[in-house]
């Protein structure tokens, strides 16, 4: 499968976070919508309001729509604004882990669980202890479960410092080291934090924090984390200049080192992925604005093959 394919045509759906469960695959997007709500840097205008599943027994089969599995009404901290959420599996249950922002709008994060992976999920009362920001990745090793997230500007994580919210709420200074993802392994319940989060520091080829002025390569949002030959490979958007881009490291909390990029800017202003391995082969799993004619709230879900070369580099894809 070397030519790009679009997932479904009769729903937008973006952020598709693809895992296998009992040999199909499963994949968790948002639900994109049309608010009415005019484009701004907060991102307003992402106001969705549930999450569907998807499934499909081979990359270029049927995909199933699994239906609502998610509402927000059923949420009861709810304030608004499902974005991307992911998934992890344990002992028979499924754990759903979204971003929503609460009633004082500030972004958490949330669980709902289930005993199937399409669901229905039933959330819990309140949003994990010691949540912020968005985008939750969950990478799963060895039984023990890591949840990488943040996203800038809308995303809120310019609001904190080493995990602690502060005053000002301002991103770094051009030429101080960038605003990093987060990484904390989750306790045995699922439910909760083990640890304060940490850093995922992205180096430069000198072994140099990338800084916040470095807009080509620096994290803004989307983390995803796989692994590849026994490297870690940290993978995200870098926002306002479009990128997917990746970092390697030699275990789950790195740091990492910037290697390149994944998939060059694609029609609409945000680009969010997963990585999957599916029978041999690698999947990169992402969207775009085509379909709704570059409405940057109203995006796509695709699936594109992705190709290593033999020292482990990820070959770039063309986003459009
Ligand atoms: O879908 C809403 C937000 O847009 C996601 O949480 C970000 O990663 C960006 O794709």
Redesign the pocket.
């Known amino acids: 499968m070397k030519e790009p394919r679009y997932l479904v045509d009769h729903a937008y759906m973006?952020?598709p976070s693809a895992h296998v469960f009992n040999g199909k695959i499963y994949i968790y997007p948002?639900h994109d919508v049309e608010s009415g709500i005019p484009e701004n840097d907060n991102?307003d205008h992402?106001d969705?309001r549930d999450y569907h599943v998807f499934s499909m027994e081979s990359i270029d089969g049927e995909v199933t729509d699994h239906g609502k599995a998610l509402d927000v009404k059923d949420i009861p901290w709810a304030g608004r604004q499902l974005?991307?959420c992911d998934i992890a599996h344990k002992d028979g249950t499924y754990y759903l882990y979204f971003?929503l922002k609460d009633q004082t709008d500030i972004f958490r994060i949330g669980v709902a669980t289930s005993d199937k992976p399409e669901g229905p999920f039933k959330p819990l009362d309140a949003p994990m202890k010691g949540s912020f920001s968005?985008?939750p990745c969950i990478f799963e090793e060895d039984g023990k479960h890591y949840m990488y997230f943040g996203?800038l500007w809308g995303?809120q994580l310019q609001r904190y410092r080493d995990g602690k919210a502060i005053e000002c709420g301002l991103e770094p200074k051009e030429d101080e080291p960038a605003l990093p993802a987060r990484v904390a392994r989750l306790a045995d319940t699922m439910l909760e934090f083990a640890e304060p989060s940490k850093a995922i520091v992205i180096l430069d080829e000198n072994g140099k924090p990338l800084t916040a002025g470095d807009h080509d390569r620096r994290f803004f949002?989307?983390s995803w984390m796989h692994k590849y030959n026994g490297k870690y490979y940290f993978s995200y958007?870098t926002g306002n200049t479009h990128r997917l881009c990746y970092a390697t490291g030699d275990n789950p909390y790195g740091p990492f080192t910037y290697q390149g990029v994944i998939l060059t800017p694609v029609v609409g202003w945000?680009t969010?992925h997963s990585i999957i391995e599916f029978k041999g082969k690698s999947y990169l799993f992402f969207h775009d604005s085509v379909p709704s004619g570059g409405k940057t709230w109203l995006r796509s879900m695709k699936v594109v093959e992705l190709e290593y070369d033999t020292e482990g580099r990820i070959k770039t894809i063309e986003g459009q």
């Open positions: 973006a952020d948002s991102g992402f969705m974005w991307d971003p968005i985008d996203g995303g949002e989307a958007s945000t969010h």
